[in-house]
């Protein structure tokens, strides 16, 4: 197949023409063109007329004629996975993942489908009783400690947008978009320029996911929090469940997700090393989605082809910190996301639809570890933890989280009346001053960036525009140090740091990624049981 690329049309053309467009743009006869499959679909709204443009992977007749002929047209590259090669050594016990978000899912699904029967060790529940325990929270801010939007069945990501966006290269992005399709997820995921499934939709894929590692022979056992690990002589040998069940093991992966803080305790008081690790705080930025529509469509906000429109932004602060907007949802909410009792964290979500009245977005700041308190490797929890419970006092009460219009945000007054943006975080908000639970730099380089954002994006500035707070599990504050090559850690044999929470991925799909390298490296050292 060949690639053709910069195929367009207008709004109001249909697919069904993209066959004649091709024609044109190969100059051959469409009878020669057998078959073809779309595969980016991006949209261009820099000139006056916004149009679809696509690159189509396309087989032909006379293909070597049609790439002579045609200098910019290249053959397609392939999209396949490859399985890798077994290894020959006899594995003494079942492989074991800790965690269930997209790198522990993955792991697992490549495992069992392997023949490694793997175990999953998940410290919450199973989605359905999750998503219960989570509406619960919402509604009457009662939390449970491990199932919440950070615990349980398909990780953080699951109560998100389900955005699959990512900025690495590496053909296992394919094999995760493609997994995903199998288990549900629309089949637009593998060609649109911003592939998202939705929390609604995302929930069943994950299900689905389950029930395929168990049909291959792998297990998920859910309540299940790992408790201790033991290590001797500098390998891992076991570890501790509920604090009491012992399992032996001597190849753990850990995916325990960027809010297992007291999981990062344990490893630490093991020796495990762990170091410090840059991340960004700050606030969700609420609209309301007519007005970005507005902002990135201009007439065309209200074309049916068009959906929500979304928005990335950035700025370089004058105190030359990093400021950006992160996991923008159109058409979403803002939710309630602690995971520890007396904290307020929020997080984004959109179904798959992305019909709601506003849009929201993480507006963050970059945290350097030269902020921390002291230099132990836990200090940016303590760091994350500090602001989280001055957002629960500045809240008042049940979970409510701070909020401020960007207005008296930018006067500097604390806010005591609602505009037309009315805020979506349940339990509910509290309007007050932010300056109570965020950082004397991040306020600084928000009201900068604030105002030059909306140079860019008309209307971000607009008065009445809602921030709450705050936004603290952008990624983790830590990095469990593992080896290049072997993908274990630097100083205990068996354990493989993975994801998110491990500081080596931002995503569902990168995570996801680093759990699929991490099952290979399983894989090429050991026969499988079946």
């Given at each position: 197949m060949i690639r053709v690329n910069e195929v367009k049309l207008s709004l109001d053309e249909n697919t069904s023409i993209l066959k004649e467009r091709i024609a044109k743009k190969l100059k051959i006869n469409e009878k020669d063109i057998i078959d073809y499959k779309i595969y980016r679909e991006s949209i261009d709204a820099r000139r006056k007329n916004i149009s679809f443009v696509y690159s189509i992977d396309v087989q032909v007749k006379n293909e070597e004629k049609i790439l002579k002929k045609n200098k910019n047209v290249k053959k397609s590259p392939s999209l396949e996975y490859k399985d890798i090669a077994s290894g020959n050594k006899r594995l003494e016990n079942q492989p074991i993942i800790i965690g269930m978000g997209p790198a522990g899912m993955f792991a697992g699904l490549i495992l069992a489908k392997r023949g490694y029967r793997p175990i999953i060790l998940e410290r919450g529940e199973d989605v359905d009783t999750r998503t219960k325990d989570?509406?619960?929270?919402?509604?009457?801010?009662?939390?449970?400690?491990?199932?919440?939007?950070?615990?349980?069945?398909?990780?953080?990501?699951?109560?998100?947008?389900?955005?699959?966006?990512?900025?690495?290269?590496?053909?296992?992005?394919?094999?995760?978009?493609?997994?995903?399709?199998?288990?549900?997820?629309?089949?637009?995921?593998?060609?649109?320029?911003?592939?998202?499934?939705?929390?609604?939709?995302?929930?069943?894929?994950?299900?689905?996911?389950?029930?395929?590692?168990?049909?291959?022979?792998?297990?998920?056992?859910?309540?299940?929090?790992?408790?201790?690990?033991?290590?001797?002589?500098?390998?891992?040998?076991?570890?501790?469940?509920?604090?009491?069940?012992?399992?032996?093991?001597?190849?753990?992966?850990?995916?325990?997700?960027?809010?297992?803080?007291?999981?990062?305790e344990i490893l630490h008081k093991r020796g495990v090393q762990i170091r410090q690790k840059p991340f960004s705080i700050g606030v969700r930025i609420e609209h309301q989605q007519g007005m970005v529509n507005r902002s990135q469509y201009k007439e065309f906000a209200e074309h049916p082809r068009l959906g929500a429109a979304d928005y990335r932004l950035t700025y370089q602060s004058k105190n030359g910190r990093a400021v950006y907007t992160f996991c923008m949802c159109p058409g979403g909410t803002v939710v309630a996301a602690a995971s520890e009792e007396n904290m307020v964290v929020t997080n984004g979500m959109s179904e798959y639809k992305r019909d709601k009245e506003n849009a929201n977005s993480a507006l963050l700041v970059q945290v350097n570890t030269d902020d921390f308190e002291s230099d132990h490797p836990l200090a940016g929890v303590a760091f994350q933890q500090k602001w989280e419970k001055l957002a629960f006092q500045a809240g008042g009460s049940n979970y409510f989280a701070p909020a401020q219009l960007v207005g008296d945000f930018l006067k500097d007054v604390p806010s005591n009346k609602l505009g037309n943006v009315k805020p979506s975080y349940l339990p509910g908000v509290k309007l007050t001053d932010l300056k109570k639970c965020l950082p004397g730099f991040v306020i600084e380089s928000m009201k900068e960036a604030i105002i030059e954002m909306d140079k860019k994006l008309n209307g971000f500035a607009m008065s009445d525009a809602v921030m709450t707070g705050v936004e603290t599990r952008s990624s983790a504050p830590i990095r469990i140090e593992r080896n290049a090559d072997t993908m274990e850690s630097i100083n205990i044999k068996g354990m493989y740091p993975i994801g998110e929470g491990a500081g080596y991925a931002g995503g569902i799909i990168s995570a996801a990624v680093d759990g699929i390298k991490a099952a290979e490296r399983i894989i090429e050292k050991y026969t499988p049981f079946i």
């Open positions: 989570v509406e619960s929270f919402w509604n009457i801010g009662k939390l449970k400690i491990d199932s919440n939007v950070q615990f349980g069945e398909g990780g953080a990501g699951t109560f998100s947008d389900g955005k699959l966006t990512t900025r690495i290269k590496d053909i296992r992005c394919r094999k995760v978009l493609d997994e995903f399709v199998k288990m549900g997820a629309p089949e637009e995921i593998l060609y649109v320029q911003k592939p998202h499934i939705g929390t609604d939709i995302l929930k069943n894929v994950v299900k689905n996911i389950r029930k395929s590692i168990e049909a291959f022979g792998g297990e998920v056992r859910f309540k299940s929090k790992v408790t201790d690990f033991f290590i001797e002589d500098g390998k891992i040998k076991g570890l501790e469940i509920n604090g009491s069940t012992r399992i032996a093991a001597k190849e753990v992966i850990l995916a325990i997700g960027h809010s297992a803080r007291d999981t990062y």
